[in-house]
């Protein structure tokens, strides 16, 4: 089993619609978790953090689930700008010894069509 | 400020050739990282320093050498590059990998025939 694992997609969804993405982590004791979006061609770029009690910023918001070892991010009244590669990271560890152990998925495919 | 700088943006090498890759952050970050991103296979961490002259192997460093001798700037070489070696590079900094988002630079396309 991959430590971090999301659905490649692509999800193809109209605008305005809801859609929500899983990713998946094999190690228990993971600490910290983001999403990230990379555009095609792009660099990754932070789009949230996510946060135990779970967080909402606009459009998008972001939920953990430790007991099944999964996060979400779900966007809302999606828009054509928000087509693009959604990457899941997680760190394990805490200390400096964490900073080998960033795992980013392999990301899930998102086009939104007009 | 620039963030995360990364020279070249393109290389084409032959078998064999050598090449590095500098990065640059104007961030004072600590900690810095060398990735590679394939189809369908995300981030792969090569090498990563957590501080002035320091670095370590990440998950995938045969083939890759790096040093850090200032903060600011991280150099990945490469000294005889393989077709496996075909791959878009990115450099990233962050302050704490824990808590803080990594800034990545544009990217370094690298075909090596």
């Known amino acids: 089993r991959k430590e971090v694992e999301q659905d490649p997609g692509p999800f193809n969804v109209p605008e305005g619609a809801t859609v929500a993405f899983n990713c998946t982590y094999s190690?228990?004791?993971?600490?910290?978790f983001f999403w990230y979006r990379q555009d095609c061609r792009k660099e990754p770029k932070l789009l949230m953090s996510?946060?135990?009690s779970g967080n909402e910023d606009g459009r998008f918001t972001a939920q953990l689930n430790r007991a099944s070892q999964y996060i979400s991010l779900l966007i809302r009244d999606s828009k054509l700008s928000d087509s693009a590669t959604y990457l899941c990271?997680?760190?394990?560890?805490?200390?400096?010894?964490?900073?080998?152990?960033?795992?980013f998925g392999s990301g899930t495919r998102l086009s939104i069509r007009p | 400020n620039a963030g995360v700088t990364q020279t070249p943006k393109f290389r084409v090498l032959k078998t064999g050739q050598s090449m590095t890759l500098l990065c640059a952050q104007d961030?004072?970050?600590?900690?810095m990282y060398w990735y590679r991103q394939d189809p369908g296979m995300g981030l792969r961490l090569i090498h990563y320093?957590?501080?002035?002259?320091?670095?370590a192997k990440g998950e995938v460093p045969d083939g890759y050498n790096v040093s850090r001798l200032k903060k600011q700037n991280f150099l990945l070489g490469l000294e005889s590059a393989a077709p496996s070696q075909t791959s878009v590079y990115f450099c990233?900094?962050?302050?704490?990998?824990?808590?803080?988002?990594?800034?990545f630079g544009p990217g370094t396309r690298l075909t090596v025939l």
């Open positions: 990233a900094s962050t302050q704490s990998p824990h808590y803080n988002e990594q800034f």
């Open positions: 190690n228990s004791a993971s600490q910290s």
């Open positions: 996510v946060y135990s």
């Open positions: 990271v997680v760190n394990p560890s805490v200390g400096s010894r964490s900073a080998s152990k960033i795992i």
């Open positions: 961030m004072n970050h600590e900690y």
């Open positions: 320093s957590v501080g002035e002259g320091t670095t």
